[in-house]
């Protein structure tokens, strides 16, 4: 009797401690989805009233974001890889990569300026919303994955949602949109991280597809960083303080990876 006794207590608590690490799971996702929102309303705030010191932020979001991938999401994509090999996880990588090229040029972002393309730089912020969707959607499964790969690709989503809300309020101001008619892009595209964050409470991925999922969200942080936020922060301020941000967003995110792991 005693037994059993004991039995029902240890299952009891067992069920407890999986209760509260749900419910802090939840919490934590619905502290970064209110993060990425205030994050990417910043960027759009502060492209309107700093405009001579965004090369700097958008510097260190690059190298954030690059770390990321780099010192975060490859290792850990092999080390969920299971039976895929090294071949196969930079397949993925690389399948990431070009997919966030298309989505990237679809979206109009570097098209040359005529007043034809100026008439559909709204489509560009619509298609920016979206791809934001995705950023809070990696941000979630990266959670599923663990709770510290999910804060350290939570930190570089930040950054680069930040610049998504300068990017978002510069499309639109570009096509000819008053400010008033610019903040709701603004704040479509700051919801959508959110939205994204919140959605991945009712879906799982299975662990064996963790490695490829981590290899693929490499493959879009690689792109982020080298083919948009580097280009953009440095082709009108061309600075040695520049390049000295980008080196030290990705120092951050190397002290970071590095001090999760030893916790």
């Known amino acids: 009797m005693r037994s059993r006794i004991y039995y029902d207590g240890v299952g009891a608590r067992?069920?407890?401690?999986?209760?509260?690490?749900?419910?802090?799971?939840?919490?934590?996702?619905?502290?970064?989805?209110?993060?990425t929102f205030a994050s990417t309303v910043a960027g759009g705030a502060l492209a309107l009233r700093l405009r001579d010191q965004l090369h700097l932020i958008l510097g260190f979001s690059a190298g954030a974001?690059?770390?990321?991938?780099?010192?975060d999401l490859l290792p850990e994509s092999l080390g969920f890889g299971g039976g895929a090999g090294a071949a196969t996880l930079l397949a993925d990588t690389a399948l990431g990569f070009f997919a966030y090229l298309v989505i990237d040029?679809?979206?109009?972002?570097?098209?040359?300026e005529t007043p034809a393309t100026a008439r559909r730089r709204p489509l560009g912020a619509l298609l920016l919303c979206l791809h934001s969707l995705l950023d809070g959607i990696a941000i979630g499964l990266a959670?599923?994955?663990?709770?510290?790969?999910?804060?350290?690709?939570?930190?570089?989503?930040?950054s680069h949602d930040f610049s998504d809300g300068i990017n978002t309020m510069n499309l639109v101001l570009k096509s000819g949109t008053d400010r008033r008619g610019a903040w709701p892009w603004l704040l479509a595209d700051a919801a959508a991280p959110a939205a994204g964050?919140?959605?991945?409470?009712?879906?799982?991925?299975?662990?064996h597809a963790f490695g490829a999922l981590l290899a693929l969200f490499a493959g879009f942080f690689l792109y982020l960083g080298a083919s948009e936020l580097i280009p953009e922060s440095y082709h009108a301020h061309p600075k040695a303080l520049t390049t000295a941000m980008?080196?030290?967003?990705?120092?951050?995110?190397?002290?970071?990876?590095r001090l999760a792991q030893s916790a």
């Open 246 to 257: 980008t080196l030290a967003g990705a120092a951050l995110i190397f002290w970071a990876v």
């Open 105 to 112: 040029r679809v979206a109009l972002v570097r098209t040359v």
């Open 14 to 35: 067992a069920v407890a401690h999986g209760f509260l690490r749900e419910r802090l799971h939840i919490v934590w996702l619905i502290a970064i989805a209110c993060a």
């Open 143 to 158: 959670f599923q994955a663990s709770r510290a790969i999910g804060v350290v690709v939570a930190v570089a989503v930040l």
């Open 65 to 71: 974001v690059l770390g990321v991938a780099f010192f």
């Open 197 to 207: 964050v919140i959605a991945t409470l009712f879906f799982t991925v299975p662990s």
